[in-house]
C-alpha cells in the first residue's frame, strides 16, 4: 500500500473511531464513497481494534513486579534477565525512551525473540499518554506486509 492511501485509511479509521457505534457507519459510507477496497481495509482495522479489547490495561510490572520507575529513570525496577512475565522470559533490556523501557524477552508459547515494552508509572497513570500508548500498539498490531515483522 503506499503511502497516500495508507494515510487516507488511518485517517477514515480514526474519524470511524471518534463516530461511535451509532455514526460509523455514515462515516465509512460518505468517506468510503463506493471504494469497496478502502472500506474493508478500514473495517479490517476497525475488527483488529474490537478484538484487541484491553489487551493493554493493566501495566505487565504492576500486575508482575511492582512499580515502575518514573519517567527520566531508564533504571529498571530491578534486573530483570530470567524473569518469567505472562508467557515471555526476559533476556536483557535493550534501551529507554520517552515512554519507558524496552526489553529483549523470549515468547515461551510461540518459541521467539520478541521486544516487551513497558510504561514508566507517571506514563501509565496519566490517561492521555496512555491511550497514545494503546493507539500506538493497535497501529503497530493493525500492519500486515510481508516485509514487516509480526507484531
Given at each position: 500500500?503506499?503511502p497516500d ?6 485517517s ?6 471518534d ?6 457507519a455514515?462515516?465509512?459510507e460518505?468517506s ?8 474493508r481495509e ?8 474490537e478484538?484487541?479489547?484491553s489487551?493493554?490495561?493493566t501495566?505487565a ?8 520507575p518514573?519517567s527520566?529513570?531508564?533504571k529498571?525496577v530491578?534486573d530483570?534477565?530470567k524473569?518469567?512475565?505472562?508467557h515471555?522470559?526476559?533476556l536483557?533490556?535493550i ?18 525473540n520478541?521486544?516487551?515494552k ?7 497513570r ?13 497501529a ?5 506486509h ?6
Amino acid at each position: 500500500m503506499d503511502p497516500d492511501r495508507w494515510r487516507k485509511v488511518e485517517s477514515i479509521f480514526h474519524e470511524a473511531l471518534d463516530a461511535g457505534d451509532s455514526g460509523r457507519a455514515g462515516v465509512l459510507e460518505q468517506s468510503c464513497a463506493g471504494d469497496e477496497a478502502l472500506r474493508r481495509e478500514v473495517e479490517s482495522l476497525l475488527a483488529q481494534h474490537e478484538k484487541g479489547g484491553s489487551f493493554i490495561e493493566t501495566p505487565a510490572f504492576a500486575a508482575s513486579l511492582g512499580s515502575v520507575p518514573a519517567s527520566g529513570s531508564d533504571k529498571p525496577v530491578s534486573d530483570l534477565a530470567k524473569t518469567v512475565i505472562g508467557h515471555y522470559r526476559v533476556l536483557n533490556r535493550i534501551g529507554s525512551g520517552g515512554m519507558g523501557v524496552v526489553y529483549e524477552a523470549e515468547d515461551l508459547k510461540l518459541r521467539r525473540n520478541v521486544a516487551l515494552k513497558f510504561l514508566t508509572e507517571d506514563i501509565a497513570r496519566n490517561p492521555q499518554w496512555l491511550e497514545r500508548f494503546r493507539l500506538e500498539a493497535r497501529a503497530a498490531s493493525a500492519l500486515n506486509h510481508p516485509n514487516i515483522c509480526t507484531i
